[in-house]
C-alpha cells in the first residue's frame, strides 16, 4: 500500500458543484500539503498544515478550502467547482524533525470540471 | 519571492547520450535543493538532493551539485536510458520558512527514444 493515498484517482464534476479530494498518509509526519499541478507551470501550493491545529494558506488558495481531520488525514475542498480548476492536484507530507528533508507525494487525483 | 527556473522542454535524447537539465533559483537564506521525478500516471519522486553549498546530490546515476556562487542545481546523467523518460521537477525549500514548504520550476519533459 502506498504511504500516501489519494482519493478518488480521477473525478469528473459539473461547474457549481461541491467536490472534495481526500489524502491520507501512514508515514507518521507532521505536515501535510496540497499542490496544483498545470500544463507548464510545475506544482503551485494551495495550502499546508503543520500539525491538526494548524492550517495556513498557499499561493493559490482562492477558491479552495481544507481540513485537517486527524494527523493523517488532510482533505481539499472546492466549494463551488469552476472550469479554470481542472488540474491535477497532489498531497504531500513531511516531517520537521530534520531540515532539509523532502516531501511524499501521493499518486495524485486528476479533476475535470465540465 | 523565491522562484525556480528550468530548462524549457521537451528534451529529446537517444539512448545513451549524455544529459544536462538546468535549473537555477532564487532564494533568501540557504534553500536546500531537490530534483523530483515524475513517471507517466504517477506522483512524484525525489530523486536527489542537496542541503549546502558544494553538496553533490546521487541517485541512479543523475548528480547535481548545489552551486551557491551561481545559484544552480544542475541535473546530469552520462549515459541515459529509455526507462529515463519522464518529467523532472527541480525545488527548493526554504528552511527559513519554518514550513519545508517546495516551489518548483515548471518542470522539464524528458523523452529517451531507443
Known amino acids: 500500500d502506498a504511504d500516501v493515498t489519494q482519493t478518488p484517482r480521477n473525478r469528473i464534476t459539473k461547474t457549481g458543484k461541491r467536490i472534495m479530494l481526500e489524502c491520507s498518509q501512514t508515514?507518521?509526519?507532521?505536515?501535510m500539503y496540497w499542490y496544483r499541478q498545470d500544463p507548464g507551470l510545475g506544482l503551485r501550493l494551495i495550502y499546508y498544515s503543520f500539525d491538526v491545529k494548524d492550517i495556513n494558506k498557499g499561493e493559490i488558495s482562492d477558491g479552495y478550502s481544507v481540513s485537517r481531520q486527524a494527523q493523517a488525514k488532510f482533505s481539499l475542498s472546492l466549494e463551488s467547482a469552476i472550469p479554470n480548476q481542472t488540474a491535477l492536484y497532489f498531497c504531500?507530507?513531511?516531517?520537521?524533525?530534520?531540515?532539509?528533508?523532502?516531501?511524499?507525494f501521493g499518486q495524485g487525483t486528476r479533476l475535470t470540471v465540465v | 519571492g523565491d522562484s525556480v527556473t528550468q530548462m524549457e522542454g521537451p528534451v529529446t535524447l537517444s539512448e545513451e547520450a549524455f544529459l544536462t537539465i538546468n535549473c537555477t533559483y532564487t532564494a533568501t537564506g540557504y534553500p536546500s535543493l531537490f530534483w523530483y521525478v515524475q513517471y507517466p500516471g504517477e506522483g512524484l519522486q525525489l530523486l536527489l538532493k542537496?542541503?549546502?553549498?558544494?553538496d553533490k546530490g546521487s541517485n541512479k546515476g543523475f548528480e547535481a551539485t548545489y552551486r551557491k556562487e551561481t545559484t544552480s542545481f544542475h541535473l546530469e546523467k552520462g549515459s541515459v536510458q529509455v526507462s529515463d523518460s519522464a518529467v523532472y521537477f527541480c525545488?527548493?525549500?526554504?528552511?527559513?520558512?519554518?514550513?519545508?514548504?517546495?516551489?518548483f520550476g515548471q518542470g522539464t519533459r524528458l523523452t529517451i527514444n531507443p
Open positions: 525545488a527548493l525549500s526554504d528552511p527559513g520558512w519554518g514550513a519545508q514548504k517546495l516551489v
Open positions: 508515514k507518521g509526519h507532521d505536515r
Open positions: 504531500a507530507t513531511s516531517d520537521s524533525s530534520q531540515r532539509g528533508t523532502e516531501a511524499f
Open positions: 542537496a542541503t549546502k553549498a558544494d
